[in-house]
């Protein structure tokens, strides 16, 4: 008798488990596989030319690729779905050139906000901070450090990110 109780508890258990098992299942599949979009938008630019525009990829809110057409203090980011304006601010300098190597060493932070949006990005809005280092190797005439000549090598990478509405 003893022995058929503990049979049963023991089988009661295993059920009692199996249904918490089953509807945890249950509840898993029912909500969604990946966690809901950010509310923040990430840029990442890499180039090594300085020709004034950049591949950007876009994550976050927005997955896209496209291109920064770079100016002095407003960008135009345009992708296949259309375009946005980027008007940035400098908040921290860069470090003068190294007169011994001809090593341009340039590192600003600063911060951004977003409008203008055309196409798919019409109404959007945002804003947020940018980490932008560039650096460059310029020619060596007569001891001087030829800037006004096209550098010997140059790379460019910044990352900005901040909330983004749509």
């Known amino acids: 008798m003893l022995k058929r109780h503990r049979l049963l508890a023991a089988t009661a258990a295993v059920a009692a488990s199996a249904a918490v098992a089953l509807a945890g299942l249950a509840a898993a599949s029912a909500s969604p596989a990946r966690p809901a979009a950010s509310r923040t938008e990430h840029f990442q630019l890499v180039t ?17 690729f ?4 770079e100016g002095s203090k ?31 060493q340039v590192y600003n932070d600063g911060t951004y906000k977003i409008s ?15 980490h932008f280092t560039q650096l460059y190797i310029f020619k060596k005439v ?7 000549l096209p550098p010997f090598t140059f790379q460019q990478i910044i990352y900005a990110s901040g909330p983004l509405k749509r």
């Not at 008007?87 to 090593?103: D, F």
């Not at 203008?116 to 901070?129: D, E, L």
């Open 66 to 69: 496209g291109t920064d057409h």
């Open 74 to 104: 407003i960008d135009t980011m345009k992708f296949p779905a259309g375009s946005f304006r980027l008007v940035h601010h400098e908040t921290k300098g860069a470090e003068p050139i190294n007169p011994k190597n001809c090593l341009d």
């Open 48 to 64: 090594t030319s300085p020709s004034g525009s950049s591949p950007v990829i876009m994550y976050g809110v927005i997955l896209g």
């Open 116 to 130: 203008g949006g055309t196409g798919k990005y019409k109404g959007i809005s945002g804003h947020g901070t940018y």
């Open 142 to 148: 007569k001891g001087l450090c030829r800037t006004n």
